[in-house]
């Protein structure tokens, strides 16, 4: 399948140009006429993160004349494994700027657009418009249906891709040529399913191997040239060291781009709609939540708790809370981890944010645990609040 390119031509290259893009200009696919439509194209970035990084530095030296940029988080150290836009010094700043800066320096002649903000459903349909192509770098499902909802609302392509562990995808969703990201995901997964790069990790060179591809169908769409990713889900498996590509059809009931849409606006809430923690969880958090500083004075006036960390073993050697007995989710889910609860202690349940002790903890209230409580934000509130000495990641 090709596709006629997305965006006109700008009137000419400068000098500048011309030297600069020399290597693209002898390359008669791309030629004189490709590389003036990059110029005149206006790409947004969603996400300067572990995908945002090496997309938006490729496609800022490939010469895409307007990069949008957003991102409303700041840099981590523990994001300098894989997101390679920041630096050392750019720790603790807000991730679009040093993004931008770091464009800048690859490619002055680039017009930056900042929007140093979350996107969400008051301001997606508004930048989004400003755009030819969307490059989708987020990291979460309730960021992802709304930047699939959103362009197709507005019949815009846009280019996704994902990374866990060693495992990458890939696609490009243009409900006009092909089917989009609900056609292939009708359904988010459930809660606590699908563990995010935040809990499971991520190979830091895995995002290069995704955010690259994600450019170089962004420059064949942009120019029109090749054969694009539109109906096609790439996976890529970097142990194996295996790249392979399925279709993916345009389903006639979806409910967004197919024959009778459900859905013709964007939906009020995409957390509820991913629901950040199942019905039951949510459910056994209410009223039984501490906070990490309430541990502490429990532990410190030696209160008669048994304290769990349900996160993986990998997790606890990193960084845990003194006098916790680490007992894996998969446990609970499993049934094995109940007959390892003293009856006569309080159970204290944590986690790296909150999300897995919710589900545990239903569980084990469940199982008869009824003072059983959690600690909200897990130990990344301990080590914030607590014991800054520690280690996040
Ligand atoms: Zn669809």
């Known amino acids: 399948m090709s596709l006629p390119p997305l965006v006109e031509p700008a009137a000419e290259l400068t000098v500048d140009e011309v030297r600069r893009y020399s290597r693209h200009l002898i390359i008669p696919d791309v030629g004189m006429a490709g590389q003036k439509r990059l ?68 490619n002055p002649l680039v017009q930056v657009i900042l929007h140093n903000e979350a996107l969400t459903t008051d301001n997606v349909m508004e930048i989004f418009s400003g755009y030819d192509l969307i490059v989708d770098g987020t990291d979460n499902f309730a960021t992802r249906y709304m930047v699939n909802d959103a362009a197709v609302l507005l019949g815009k392509p846009y280019v996704w891709g ?33 563990p995010s790069c935040a809990e499971g990790g991520v190979l830091g060179v895995l995002c290069a191997s995704i955010g690259s591809i994600q450019v170089n169908e962004a420059i064949k769409l942009l120019t029109g040239i090749g054969d694009p990713l539109v109906g096609r889900l790439m996976i890529y498996d970097a142990l194996e060291m295996k790249y392979r590509d399925v279709k993916v059809r345009k389903d006639p009931e979806c409910v967004l781009c197919g024959k009778n849409p459900t859905v013709t606006e964007l939906l009020e809430d995409y957390e509820a709609f991913c629901g950040a923690i199942s019905d039951e969880a949510a459910e056994a958090v209410s009223g039984s939540t501490i906070t990490a500083l309430e541990l502490k004075t429990m532990q410190d006036n030696g209160e008669n708790i048994f304290l769990v960390d349900v996160r993986e073993p990998n997790e606890y050697e990193i960084v845990s809370i003194p006098g916790a007995t680490l007992i894996p989710k998969g446990e609970f889910l499993n049934g094995s981890a109940l007959e390892r609860l003293p009856q006569d202690k309080r159970i204290v349940l944590h986690c790296k944010s909150g999300a897995r002790s919710a589900e545990a903890l239903a569980i084990v209230k ?10 909200g934000g897990g130990v990344l509130s301990w080590v914030k609040t607590v014991d800054p000495s520690l280690p996040s990641y």
Not at 39 to 56: I, M, R, Y
Not at 164 to 171: I, L, V
């Open 366 to 375: 469940n199982a008869g645990f009824s003072d059983a409580v959690h600690v």
């Open 162 to 194: 994902s990374i866990y562990r060693f495992d990458g995808q890939a696609s490009v969703f243009w409900a006009e040529h092909g089917p989009c990201y609900r056609c292939l995901y009708p359904e988010p997964p459930p809660p606590g399913m699908v």
């Open 39 to 106: 110029k005149n194209a206006k790409v947004l970035c969603v996400g300067a993160g572990g995908l945002g990084s090496p997309a938006l530095m490729y496609l800022a030296a490939a010469g895409v004349g307007t990069l949008g940029i957003i991102d409303f988080d700041v840099v981590d150290e523990s994001n300098l494994q894989r997101q390679i836009i920041h630096g050392q010094s750019d720790v603790g700043r807000p991730k679009a700027e040093s993004a931008a800066a770091t464009v800048r320096e690859i």
